[in-house]
């Protein structure tokens, strides 16, 4: 099946830095989501980017489908952007998502 | 709130009980799904549902029972489960994916179930 390797898999920030995030895919990337679990648990969808750039105020994405890879930027971070990253990649085959590990996230006051 | 409802938001139950979780949605998506994240693991799917039927089953044991009664709904039946099956049960709804498009998932606050 599809890997997906994220990278870094633990980043520790202090608030007001940047970061990016990666994803790196093993077979053709037709469909991307990234995602935020914040402490409690939930999933919370930052963007839905198969390919190009998207960008949500202090959040913004690439994705090169060709490469195979995506980049999630994160700018000015903030203590609620602590949290485990996911970039799973939607199969082309059926309707399964395939996670990584994720990117453990931490934002220092 | 995502629009997918998951309840209860915890659960502990002896291995000898019998439990249900539940997932409602109101989007308008005619597919929902089931996840299991245990602790230091990715997610991993469970179950697929599309328009009420099931289309996927990840190799799960019986003692997970899910039904579907209508596009808005998904239950997940738990029956003499282990301590190991302790972990977060995500459910998320999607539009179906049709060939190369595809709409995104969105997914519920989840379920922590703790089996002792």
Not at chain 1, 20 to 34: A, G, I, P
Not at chain 1, 63 to 82: F, G, K, N, W
Not at chain 1, 83 to 88: D, M
Not at chain 2, 103 to 113: A, H, N, P, Q, V
Request: aromatic residues 12%; proline residues 6%.
């Amino acid at each position: 099946g599809i890997q997906v390797e994220q990278s870094p898999p633990d980043l520790i920030l202090q608030e007001g830095a940047n970061s990016t995030l990666r994803c790196n895919f093993s077979d053709s990337v037709n469909n991307l989501q990234w995602f935020h679990q914040n402490p409690w648990g939930q999933l919370i969808n930052l963007f839905y980017i198969p390919s190009g750039t998207k960008q949500n105020g202090r959040l913004s994405a690439t994705t090169v489908a060709t490469e195979r890879y995506s980049l999630l930027y994160i700018s000015s971070s903030q203590t609620t952007d602590s949290g485990v990253y996911f970039c799973p990649l939607w199969e082309t085959s059926g309707s399964r998502l395939t996670f990584g590990e994720g990117t453990q996230l931490t934002v220092n006051p | 709130e995502t629009g997918v409802t998951q309840t209860p938001r915890h659960l502990v139950m002896g291995m000898t009980n019998k439990k249900s979780l539940k997932c409602e949605q109101h989007l308008g998506h005619n597919a929902m799904y089931w996840y299991k994240q245990s602790a230091k693991k990715p997610l991993e799917l469970m179950f697929v549902y599309n328009f009420k039927e099931q289309t996927e089953n990840n190799s799960v044991p019986s003692r997970f029972s899910p039904e579907c009664p209508n596009s808005s709904h998904l239950f997940l039946h738990l029956h003499t489960l282990q301590p190991e099956d302790s972990a977060l049960y995500l459910c998320a709804s999607s539009l179906p994916s049709r060939g190369e498009f595809n709409y995104g998932y969105t997914f519920g606050s989840g379920t922590r179930l703790t089996v002792v």
